[in-house]
């Protein structure tokens, strides 16, 4: 997950040079970033579902692996001076002229590899819970964002940095790309070490009983998504998590490009500011999960989080253009360092509490499908807005920022509104969002195993 992250995001920090480079318009990068998620909206997430559960881990894991690197590979390709003058290139670019064809045939390696980032999502997501199963779930899943978060800031902090690497006067996107495909080739063998691993696991924990608890719990059927469907929690969730997680990727696409505009700074400088919102993510996710098993609050971290992501954006949108300081953009990112630690650390953990068990794994599968489809259409619509607020601007350091961030801001609204109903339901239903994961027998219990007593 750590490079996968690293690779959605290798290009963000470099929107102004792709533009110069290779014309894409913001709208252009607009329809690239969203592309990472058209095949799982169109379905493929909901089969990656299936696969998962009728295949298992270890095959759907390296079968999502080999989609990042083959999708990566195609973006490479396309951005590359290679694909250049070819008759494919010239092809592409002769319909819809407003999109290169190098944007076009790179956001046909993004959708390839939007399938298989998504897939090893929600494998990732059942790897862990089959590995910590009443355990520290929260925290390990907290751990796991952790590192794809580090991922998000070492990628902000390296790539404008590769692209001057071999010519500093005439910087490339190409070393970039080339270096997180690398990467992901490292994440596929890596994936393949564990399958060695988990296998092993299935052995000591006697793989005949696993294969039938996996069969009798999680296996897809189409019924149980007319079940979830049905579930009116399953659905402020799933509303909650695509409001909130597109108001934070998609603005993350175009944060450094907003950072140059309003303080007029280079790209290097923007991401030098930008990387600390995953690093102050990546520090609390693990935080808040350890906390979030020990002492509970799942509902009023979910509200927190939403409210501060409502000041950041509007800082973003009101602020920040009147009074263009570098410290005040750093305090805004940082604040929405640790609004984006307390969602996750909250959300995915919670949907366990109020989904049944048998239904989990299609339900974070059809979570994830709800929230593709916000995180594929909110970079377009950031890029129509953005070209619509800036009527005639071609320099790609001189948008006005405003509208798309006052968007970004009304998103946060809604999930605070969808926030605040799933927290009155919980005092109501008493579902336990509020409550501790492990309570204190269960505690006891893990130090005993440990062969540790409790004080
Ligand atoms: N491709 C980057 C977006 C990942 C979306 C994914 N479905 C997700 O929500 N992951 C959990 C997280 O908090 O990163």
Redesign the pocket.
């Known amino acids: 997950m750590l490079f996968?992250?690293m690779f959605?995001d290798v290009m963000s920090p470099l929107q102004s040079l792709i533009e110069t480079q290779r014309g894409w318009s913001p709208d252009a990068f607009g329809y690239y970033a969203g592309a990472?998620y058209i095949l799982n909206v169109f379905g493929f997430l909901i089969l990656a579902g299936i696969i998962l559960d009728k295949m298992g881990v270890r095959f759907t894991g390296t079968l999502s692996a080999s989609l990042m690197v083959a999708g990566a590979c195609i973006k490479l390709y396309a951005i590359s001076n290679l694909f250049q003058g070819t008759a494919l290139e010239l092809w592409l670019s002769s319909w819809w002229t407003s999109m290169p064809g190098s944007a076009k045939l790179a956001a046909f390696g993004f959708m390839i590899f939007?399938c298989g980032?998504?897939m090893a999502?929600i494998t990732v997501s059942k790897a862990i819970a089959k590995w910590f199963e009443g355990k520290e779930m929260a925290l390990a899943m907290g751990l796991e964002?952790a590192i794809?978060r580090i991922g998000v800031f070492a990628i902000f902090s390296i790539s404008p940095r590769l692209a001057e690497w071999i010519s500093p006067q005439d910087p490339s996107v190409v070393p970039p790309v080339a270096f997180c495909t690398a990467l992901l080739f490292i994440g596929l063998i890596s994936f393949m070490v564990f399958t060695v691993m988990d296998k092993k696991l299935d052995a000591q924990l006697g793989a005949k009983a696993l294969a039938n608890d996996e069969t009798a719990e999680e296996e897809f059927k189409l019924s149980d998504v007319a079940n979830i469907f049905g579930s009116r929690l399953f659905w402020i969730i799933a509303m909650l998590c695509v409001l909130y997680?597109s108001a934070i990727?998609p603005f993350q696409r175009y944060a450094a490009n907003m950072l140059q505009c309003n303080l007029g700074i280079d790209a290097t400088t923007a991401s030098d500011i930008f990387r600390w919102f995953p690093i102050g993510a990546a520090v609390l996710t693990p935080a808040l999960g350890y906390f979030l098993d020990r002492k509970g609050k799942g509902a009023t971290m979910l509200i927190l989080g939403a409210l501060l992501m409502i000041v950041c954006h509007l800082t973003f949108a009101l602020v920040l253009p009147k009074y263009p300081t570098e410290w005040l953009a750093f305090s805004a990112i940082v604040l929405l360092g640790i609004s984006f630690s307390l969602v996750?650390a909250a959300l995915?953990p919670s949907v366990p509490k109020i989904m049944d068990k048998r239904f989990l794994g299609s339900a974070y599968s059809l979570i994830?499908w709800v929230?593709?489809i916000g995180?594929s259409l909110f970079p377009i619509l950031i890029g129509v807005v953005l070209t619509a607020s800036n009527p005639g601007v071609t320099d790609p350091m001189k948008y006005d920022y405003t509208n798309p961030m006052l968007l970004f801001a009304s998103l946060g609204v809604l999930a605070l509104i969808f926030g605040l109903w799933l927290k009155t339901l919980d005092a109501k239903k008493h579902y336990g969002l509020e409550l501790p994961n492990i309570s204190d027998d269960k505690e006891e219990k893990i130090f005993e195993e440990e062969g540790r007593t409790q004080e």
């Open positions: 996968a992250y959605v990472e939007g980032c998504e999502g964002m794809a997680y990727f996750p995915w994830f929230q593709n995180l």
